[in-house]
């Protein structure tokens, strides 16, 4: 009798664990566009023109990566390391820049609710991605969109559909 009893409480406790960890870990699962804000700016045609202008305008050469942050330090920026080495290795032709939000236009940098964003720009100038590295639990359990960017990048130009906003993931927030 005394054996089940104890069991049962150890599957208790155990249950409650992982409950608990079940909780914890959803409130880590995060919108990467909140707000919809940078997903009602990409309907706007113009929009692709106006982030490749003011990255170039800010010094980004062409092809290139841009791997968008903020200034806090971020879990989630961390983990986003490995991604940014991938990524640059599977575009050898592309630069890999770094910035912060903030060193956008003000109208563009309040688009974004969080980072790590990436930013992908072929040698014509045309904006290929923009939207996070991954998506899942810590960028690490999840779904890799590193497969996707390098498609997007070397692909057929496709001028609808690079911005990717709605996504769930372990992401930074900017504001």
């Known amino acids: 009798m005394k054996k089940k009893v104890g069991y049962v409480l150890v ?19 995060t ?5 919809l804000r940078l997903n009602t700016a990409a309907a706007n045609p113009a929009f692709d023109s106006q982030i490749v202008t ?16 903020n200034q806090n330090d971020c879990f989630c920026e961390r983990l986003s390391i490995p991604h940014q080495v991938q990524l640059n290795e599977a575009l050898p032709d592309f630069t ?3 910035m912060t939000i903030d060193a956008l ?12 964003a990436v930013v992908v720009i072929d040698a014509q100038s045309r904006l290929r991605y923009l939207g996070p590295y ?5 960028c690490v359990t999840g779904k890799t969109l ?6 997007k990048a070397q692909g057929d130009y496709q001028p609808a559909g690079a911005v990717i906003s709605q996504a ?7 504001r």
């Open 54 to 69: 003011a990255l170039i305008k800010a010094g980004v050469k062409t092809p290139a990566i841009v791997h968008l942050n």
């Open 105 to 116: 236009p003000d109208n563009l940098s309040k688009l974004f609710a969080m980072t790590p």
């Open 11 to 29: 599957l208790m406790w155990a249950g409650s664990l992982l409950t608990g960890l079940w909780l914890y870990s959803d409130k880590q699962l």
């Open 134 to 138: 991954a998506l899942g639990y810590g």
């Open 168 to 174: 769930q993931g372990c992401f930074c927030d900017v």
């Open 96 to 98: 890999l820049h770094t």
């Open 146 to 151: 590193l497969g996707t960017i390098a498609e």
């Open 31 to 35: 919108a990467f566009d909140p707000d």
